[in-house]
């Protein structure tokens, strides 16, 4: 480990062990941490698709504003929206309005 306070720069050694008090062995802080990350990635892919799915709604929700002349396209046009919602709902538990991540 360095450490640097100025001009001054300090290092030693650091040696990391288990807490001697600790219930589980190092193989338990490995199978936890691999599966901590698998957890990680898996949420960021869903959050991926759950944006993607949200982009999708909106577009089309954005067509139905401009399509005023044509109700029964527009109808089917909000089916599917509706049903784009159902999916995202399916995959993401929320409480009220869609929620944006950026």
Do not use: C, W
Not at 8 to 33: C, G, H, M, N, W
Not at 51 to 61: E, K, Q
């Amino acid at each position: 480990m360095k450490m640097t306070r100025g001009k001054e720069t300090y290092s030693t050694q650091l040696v990391l062990e288990l807490d001697p008090r600790a219930k589980f062995t190092v193989e338990d802080r490995r199978l936890e941490f691999d599966a901590a990350m698998r957890l990680h990635l898996l949420l960021g892919e869903m959050s991926f698709d759950v944006d993607r799915i949200n982009g999708v709604h909106d577009a089309l929700m954005e067509r139905v504003a401009k399509l005023k002349e044509d109700a029964a396209f527009s109808k089917r046009i909000q089916e599917l929206a509706g049903k784009v919602e159902a999916l995202r709902k399916k995959i993401v538990a929320t409480k009220g309005r869609r929620r944006r991540h950026r």
